[in-house]
């Protein structure tokens, strides 16, 4: 079993910036392509950025282009969203997602961390 911790939510005036950090243990972290998930009050939970196992292609959902950058190391076996210029609309809560790159049913997700953005 893979276990991801995401940790580098709190509250932040809009304007600002956030690093939020996955770590995961227990598995091949180069094996999975990694993704952060949000899910606000009310709405569901929706894709925000994904990774590839290398590092070297990436995918953002509209709402991040231009803000949000996925990046991953995968020599400490982290994944991270850096935040920029955050909104109000950027509240939720953050999921930090594991794919197997082979095995679709292989997947896995983080606790959850709250990012809260204040105006």
């Known amino acids: 079993q893979v276990q991801l911790v995401e940790s580098g939510g709190g509250l932040v005036q809009a304007g600002g910036s956030l690093r939020l950090s996955c770590a995961a243990s227990g598995g091949t972290f180069s094996n999975y392509v990694m993704g952060w998930f949000r899910q606000a009050p009310g709405k569901e939970r929706e894709p925000v950025a994904s990774i590839r196992w290398n590092g070297y292609s990436t995918y953002y959902a509209e709402s991040g282009k231009g803000r949000f950058t996925i990046s991953r190391d995968n020599t400490r076996n982290t994944a991270y969203l850096q935040i920029d210029s955050l909104k109000p609309e950027d509240t939720a809560v953050y999921y930090c997602?594991?794919?197997?790159?082979?095995?679709?049913?292989?997947?896995?997700w983080g606790q959850g961390t709250q990012v809260t953005v204040s105006s």
């Open positions: 997602a594991a794919r197997n790159v082979r095995l679709a049913n292989d997947s896995y």
